[in-house]
């Protein structure tokens, strides 16, 4: 028996069972590292454009200061 097939069948290949753990452990290690791998390239590539990455606070100084006047108006409306 050769140094490979030696070790293959210590480590993987004893039984059908130890086969088809390593098998599933692979295959969830590799989808997982997969997805993350895919997802950060497509975030990367999406940088600026999706909810999470906008820089929201270009947005909410126009948005409270015209809130802010109407919440005025409204007042100088009820007092009078």
Not at 23 to 48: C, R, S
Request: charged share 35%.
């Amino acid at each position: 028996m050769s140094l490979p097939n030696f070790i293959y069948f210590f480590r993987f290949g004893r039984s059908t069972a130890l086969y088809a753990s390593w098998l599933m452990m692979l295959i969830v290690v590799g989808e997982y590292t997969t997805g993350k791998i895919t997802d950060g390239l497509w975030l990367a590539n999406n940088y600026g454009k999706t909810f999470s990455t906008v820089d929201w606070s270009k947005f909410d100084e126009f948005e409270d200061e015209e809130e802010d006047e109407e919440e005025e108006d409204d007042d100088e409306d009820d007092d009078e």
